[in-house]
């Protein structure tokens, strides 16, 4: 027929086997115990972390920060301050280490009272000044609180501590 011959096209069936849906869960599950082997042996480390320290605290405080306007009401930071309330503690922390660095000392619990009011008051005037630049200021008088959440007997009980105010 004029030397034109029609070419027949043959497709392996197993060409695309891994899409086939018994083999595909078979690929999953592989991929689920890999996963979970490499979560297990990575341990403690984001995003591989099932926070323990939520389940089973030890017996150190635990501290966290907020603000208060000048009748101790919470002030809803995030919105005001376009930053996070942990974001107060952040900051601190950060002077406070770096402090501690600069004099030889080993932790912030050796940092004097009053370089320690210093600083938390530095971090209060700099969220205010966020919330000024965002054009949600804060009230006139902001005060700046740690709270610490300590073991006790009856279970858990918070002690609260005013660390500056504007």
Known sequence: MGGMEAETVTRCPSAHAWWRPSERYVWLAVFII???????????HYPFSHFPMYG???????????????EGNPLPVAEMAGDTAPKLKKR??????????????GGKS???????KGF???????????SHAKGTPLPDRVQLWRGDILPSEQGYREVFEKEAEN
């Open 92 to 105: 601190l922390n950060t002077l406070l280490r770096e402090w501690t660095r600069a004099n030889g000392l």
């Open 34 to 44: 890999a996963v979970t082997w490499a979560s297990v042996k990575i341990g403690e």
């Open 120 to 130: 938390a008051k530095e971090v209060l005037n700099g969220f205010v000044k966020q």
């Open 56 to 70: 089973n605290p030890g017996p150190k405080p635990v501290e966290y920060y907020f603000l208060t306007d000048a």
């Open 110 to 116: 050796q940092v004097p009272a009053d370089i320690r």
